[in-house]
Every structure is written in C-alpha cells, then in structure tokens.
C-alpha cells in the first residue's frame, strides 16, 4: 500500500506545489520585496502566543542565513539566534517566544512547517559544519546559504541521513513491536536503523531486522517518508512480512533493545488500555504505520 499523499504524521512535508513553494533564486538586490526571517536557537523557531500558533516573521532591511523560499507576498530567510553576528537583532517583542519545533510543529500549516524544518535541518548543518572537511580551513556560507565554501575554494553541500524503518508482520498478521532502550514510559515502535554506505534501503531494512531480532524479512512495501532535522535525517517507512518459512522466534540484540514482542491486534489494544504500553507520538511516521495495521489498512 502506498500512503496517501497526506496520511497523517506531522512532519509529512508532501505540500510542494509548483512554483509557488519553489527554494528558486532570492530577488536581486536592487529590486525591492520584503525580506522575512524565521528565528532559530538550536531545535527551537520563535512563534506568536495566542489562540493559535504560527511563525513570527521578522521583516528586515538584511537577510539570514539560508534563503528558504517566498512566503506571504516576500522572502523567507533562516536567521540563527545563536550566531554572535545576529544576536544583536534576535530581542524577541512581546507576545512573541521560543518554541521546539518538535512540540510546535503540529501547530502550524503546511507550507509554514516546511519551512520551518528547513530552517531548523539548515542552520544546524551551518553549526555544526564549520571546517573543510578536505583542508581543514574555515567555511562561509554561499550560494544564499545551500552550500559551503572553504578559503582553498572547495564547495560542500549540506547532507541528508536516510534511515529505514519497517512494521514487520507475520503470517497471521501479527505486527512486531520493539522497546529500545532510549524509549520511556513503556514506548514501543517499529524497528528502525540508518543506511549503512553500500546499501540500499531494501537491503538496511532487512539487515537491521536481522540484526536486531534475528528475524529474515522478505516482501516489503513504501509506504512513505519523513523529514527528521534533528540533527539531518529523513525516515523511510516500509512494511515488510516475514520471508516464507522463516521462523517468529526472536533472538534480541540486548545491546540495542530491551524487549521485542508479536502483537495481534487485540492484544495491542489492551496492552493499551492497561498502560502496559505507549505507542510514539502521533506526529511520527511509526505511529501513522501502526495506526494503519490496526485498522486493516494494510495490504
């Protein structure tokens, strides 16, 4: 099953209409058009307080650091709070105050979570990626912030993580359900692992099962996809069945997981309703997967 264009995960940034949300070429200098910022500080975007929540855009005579995009009749810039050459101009007015994006997301319309999460992935990458990789020297930003450039000349260009995840079930439909040691107050999910360089998203997905429950997998199916700049990642969810005659046994890598578990659908529901265990927050991609094994949505 393919999910629908806007199955329901916060993050989902499936909202690009051409040319309108086009990143495109900031307007020339010379010509005049509003120039917006988002504030960021780390994981955190500045919001307006009130009944609803929506980005605050400062309009300044300067841009920021990485040109997201048009929005509202202008121009969209992320502007680090933290950078020592902006904190001059990052007084938050009144009415106005730092939210993680993590919590605010929800919160916000499509077009303005999109660029908010390309602010947020951005400037984390300016941060962190301060020396040449190749020469060691110094890097400024160039190209309106979407690369970087060393005093030798060498461009880099900022980089995506992709990491897999997979509902596994078995021939009677049972979906496996993982608590990583990292999870809290009983959380369970789907497993998930990042692309190793050589491999395919296929082939990540079935050595992390493998890896971690001693479990062969074999058909799989996208099911979609979700951005994850906390720090650069993008998760790609698929479904997956145990290959033919291989075995429900699971051998745990007790390094990385604290239990693994065969749910039918009942079984998870009252597990549930006892408290026993949580699933991940709405807003991700794992909970969009299991909500869609629970009604039979699956294929």
Not at 65 to 93: H, N, Q
Not at 207 to 235: A, C, K, N
């Amino acid at each position: 099953m393919h999910a629908p264009m806007n199955f329901p995960h916060t993050y989902l940034t499936s909202h690009f209409s051409a040319p309108g949300d086009a990143r495109g070429i900031p307007t020339p200098a010379e010509e005049e058009i509003e120039k917006h910022v988002i504030l960021v500080r780390g994981d955190e975007v500045a919001v307006h307080e009130g009944e609803g929540e929506e980005l605050h855009l400062w309009t300044l005579a300067r841009t920021g650091t990485v040109f997201l995009g048009s929005w509202k009749d202008g121009e969209v810039w992320a502007l680090d709070a933290e950078s020592s050459a902006d904190s001059a101009r990052a007084a938050l007015p009144d009415g106005t105050r730092m939210r993680s994006l993590r919590e605010i997301a929800p919160m916000l319309e499509g077009r303005e979570r999109s660029l908010a999460l390309s602010a947020v992935g951005m400037l984390t990458w300016h941060r962190d990626a301060r020396y040449c990789t190749r020469c060691g020297s110094a890097v400024h930003a160039t190209r309106d912030g979407w690369s970087q450039t060393c005093e030798g000349g060498h461009e880099t260009f900022p980089r995506t993580d992709p990491a897999v995840i997979t509902l596994v079930r078995d021939g009677l439909d049972r979906a496996l359900l993982a608590k990583n040691h990292r999870f809290t107050n009983g959380m369970v999910s789907a497993l998930a692992g990042f692309v190793e360089p050589g491999e395919d998203l296929e082939d990540a997905l079935k050595r992390e099962v493998h890896e971690e429950t001693g479990l062969v997998v074999g058909d799989l199916e996208y099911f979609g996809s979700q951005p994850w700049p906390f720090p650069r990642s993008i998760m790609v969810a698929f479904t997956s069945r145990l290959a033919n005659g291989a075995e429900t046994d699971i051998t745990l890598q007790r390094e990385e997981l604290a239990s693994a578990t065969w749910f039918t659908r009942e079984e998870l529901t009252e597990a549930l309703e006892r408290g026993d265990v949580r699933l991940p927050p709405s807003t991700s991609i794992a909970h969009s997967m299991i909500t869609a094994w629970r009604k039979g949505e699956l294929s």
